[in-house]
């Protein structure tokens, strides 16, 4: 079964420099969200997206923004990146409908290196 | 506002002993309740799940969890533990499919 893509899987940039991550859910998952997770961290919920639209906004830095395009996949935009942006970033998706609650299929995630 | 709180940072216990791993939680609204694995350097993968069916629900690799709604309480069991279970487990709680909020993490060793 086809799972979330999260491209890429490894990024090493240096400070003050952009980054662009991509994540691609499952076929018909109409929700994604993404996560941060520090290194011996809990994933810190960021933002997600319902149909193209921001559904909700967690600990997202104002240098970060995201979207959801019309084929549902999403990018997380980080700008004048900070070594403490290094972290495992994840995106999830989950096929929400007219049913709340459904579980959230997460991807492998992206190891984001500030050096 | 919701919340979940992993009493528990580490857990340790002997290959074929059980597992009781602590989860309670906090929600303005009947919430749904997941229990996630990752294992070192990798994803998160779901255990089980609780949406206000079954209170007792079982999940894959043996692991259940009973959700107690008089104890706000989600904790996660295994009747015996096995080396592959060591790993990173983490409640969330999720209220209406929009909001997620993750526990700290239980870390669970198994000794031989």
């Known amino acids: 079964a086809a799972g979330v893509i999260q491209s890429p899987r490894h990024l090493i940039k240096e400070k003050r420099e952009t980054a662009t991550l991509k994540c691609y859910p499952i076929?018909?998952?109409?929700?994604v969200y993404w996560y941060q997770q520090g290194p011996g961290q809990d994933p810190q919920f960021l933002i997600s997206f319902y149909e193209k639209m921001q559904s909700d906004k967690g600990s997202i830095p104002d240098r970060f923004s995201a979207q959801q395009f019309s084929d549902y996949h999403s990018e997380l935009n980080m700008s004048s990146l900070e070594l403490g942006d290094s972290a495992l970033y994840f995106c999830a998706s989950s096929f929400t409908g007219t049913q709340m609650n459904n579980e959230q299929f997460f991807g492998p995630g992206t190891r984001l290196t500030v050096l | 506002a919701q919340s979940v709180t992993q009493l528990d940072s580490h857990v340790s216990v002997s290959e074929g002993t059980p597992v009781l791993l602590r989860c309670n939680y906090s929600s303005s609204y009947s919430p749904s309740l997941f229990w996630y694995v990752q294992h070192p350097n990798k994803g998160l993968q779901l255990l089980l799940k609780?949406?206000?069916?079954?209170?007792l629900v079982k999940g894959i690799n043996g692991f259940e969890a009973e959700f107690k709604k008089s104890e706000t309480s989600f904790h996660l069991t295994k009747p015996s533990a096995h080396m592959s279970d060591a790993a990173e487990y983490f409640c969330?709680?999720?209220?209406?499919?929009?909001?997620?909020?993750f526990g700290a993490g239980t870390r669970l060793f198994v000794k031989a």
């Open positions: 609780y949406t206000s069916a079954a209170t």
């Open positions: 969330v709680v999720s209220d209406r499919g929009v909001k997620t909020i």
């Open positions: 076929p018909r998952h109409d929700t």
